[in-house]
């Protein structure tokens, strides 16, 4: 099983990964590793996937979440049940908070006594998921992690998504560049999530240099195969260090 973790830890009994597509039981168009339940895998193969990744990095409990590209932030419950929102947040020790992606860029959250997890579409980005994340901690600012999602080169958009950043951050203009197709943006998911976060006081912000597109041996992609697996980006609190 080949995971993804930060550089440099959050904080010391805080700990990250997210899975790369590799490791799993999924057969073609979803292998090998899918975590996601809702895009016509067998669902044995899911279960026993998720399973093993949660076996693997020594978690009890997960809160998985059914995403729907909305700005909604719940607590996590360690109760299994499934809930609609596109971030989570938590307090307790052997509890992951669960995102999965598949070009939309999966951010972590952590003040060293709460972390949290937030899945970060274009949609959920101009909308405020970071922000009403962010509104989960009190006191200190969080350390911010950016995993993987598309990169500069691969995420085309059309001129009403530039429109309705740099109506609301003008710098959000240098977050994208002209498209070769007349009328389209290359967009740069990553600064466009760096610049909202800075503008709301963050400054402890890591990662982003990867490409879920153009990595196709690691990583699903909607955007390249829409009928694909899903990746989780995964963040908890315990009292070990990461196996």
């Excluded at 976060?197 to 041996?217: K, M, N, P, Q, V």
Aim: with cysteine; hydrophobic share 35%.
């Amino acid at each position: 099983m080949q995971l993804i973790r930060p550089s440099t830890p959050l904080f010391e009994q805080v700990h990250v990964a997210s899975t790369t597509r590799l490791g799993g039981i999924s057969l073609p168009p979803y292998d090998s590793l899918n975590v996601g339940d809702h895009v016509g895998d067998d669902p044995q193969h899911v279960q026993t996937n998720r399973a093993r990744l949660l076996a693997h990095l020594g978690i009890t409990h997960a809160q998985w979440l059914k995403q729907v590209h909305g700005t909604q932030c719940v607590l996590a419950e360690s109760k299994g049940d499934i809930k609609e929102a596109d971030a989570c947040w938590t307090d307790q020790s052997g509890l992951a908070c669960v995102i999965m992606t598949a070009d939309c860029l999966p951010v972590v959250f952590s003040d060293g006594e709460r972390v949290a997890a937030a899945h970060a579409g274009w949609r959920g980005l101009v909308n405020g998921v970071l922000e009403n994340t962010l509104a989960c901690f009190s006191g200190e600012s969080p350390s911010v992690w950016l995993g993987p999602a598309i990169g500069p080169t691969a995420f085309e958009v059309g001129p009403e998504v530039r429109e309705q950043f740099c109506d609301q951050l003008s710098a959000s203009s240098d977050c994208f560049t002209p498209s070769p197709r007349q009328g389209k943006w290359m967009a740069h998911i990553y600064h466009l999530a760096r610049l909202r976060l800075s503008a709301a006081g963050i400054d402890r912000i890591s990662g982003g240099e990867y490409c879920t597109f153009t990595d196709a041996e690691r990583f699903y992609s909607y955007r390249r195969t829409p009928q694909t697996g899903r990746m989780a980006t995964l963040v908890w609190k315990s009292a070990t260090s990461l196996r």
